[in-house]
């Protein structure tokens, strides 16, 4: 079955210091991957897919099929990190049916 | 507000009862999507539609019933609620058709927190 893991549900970690939230994910194809945020009283937005290689707000994400994994990493946490992080998986190009994980809280103290 | 939006935000109703959650798109998205986040769930995908038609189902219950009207806003129709249906209720929109195979974001509402006493 296809299956999103996130095994943390709080992170906390201090200001400046490094932070990995980790995804492991469940797919005998090749998925797509996305990272997902949350931060206080906005709506759940995109923060970064696997496909475009690109670095948002300072946070990266490598998709290992070796490992199923897609963690993302930022080298130094700011306090405006704060919020939840989703990871979700699309199966392949054309479906919609996304599969998220539950989220980890990521809070980054002063 | 030109971005998703939903109603209500809060909705309060007792076992056996039927509600409906109201999805507006933003302008010019033609598919939308409806999730379902239990305590401690990932969001489930439930059903997508597209411009009227439905393109995909998830993990909707028999009991749960959705539609898009013509004016491209959409209803999530809960029936016969049972305790376990309390949760948060997304609804996200896109450009996407469903069978495209570029990438096309999804823009999510705030939601609406369904309590079934």
């Known amino acids: 079955a296809q299956r999103v893991t996130q095994p943390e549900k709080l992170l906390s970690v201090f200001k400046g210091a490094p932070v990995e939230l980790k995804c492991n994910y469940s797919y005998s194809g090749s998925p797509e991957l996305f990272w997902y945020v949350q931060y206080s009283r906005q709506r759940l937005q995109l923060l970064l897919r696997h496909i475009s290689r690109e670095s948002i707000k300072g946070f990266t994400a490598d998709l290992n099929k070796g490992e199923t994994s897609f963690h993302l990493k930022k080298p130094f946490a700011q306090e405006e990190d704060s919020a939840m992080y989703y990871c979700a998986l699309r199966r392949s190009p054309g479906t919609y049916k996304y599969i998220f994980g539950t989220g980890t809280r990521l809070k980054v103290l002063a | 507000d030109s971005g998703v939006t939903q109603t209500p935000k809060h909705l309060i109703t007792a076992t056996g009862q039927r509600v409906t959650l109201r999805c507006s798109p933003r302008?010019?998205?033609?598919?939308v999507y409806w999730y379902q986040q239990s305590l401690d769930q990932g969001l489930q995908f439930l059903i997508h539609?597209?411009?009227?038609?439905?393109?995909a189902k998830g993990n909707i219950l028999e009991r749960f019933s959705a539609q898009q009207f013509p004016d491209l806003h959409s209803e999530l129709n809960l029936s016969s609620l049972e305790l376990g249906d309390s949760a948060l209720y997304f609804c996200a929109s896109s450009v996407a058709t469903g069978t495209d195979k570029i990438y096309n974001e999804q823009f999510f509402g705030p939601g609406t927190r369904l309590t079934v006493l």
């Open positions: 302008s010019g998205d033609l598919s």
């Open positions: 539609y597209y411009n009227g038609e439905e393109r």
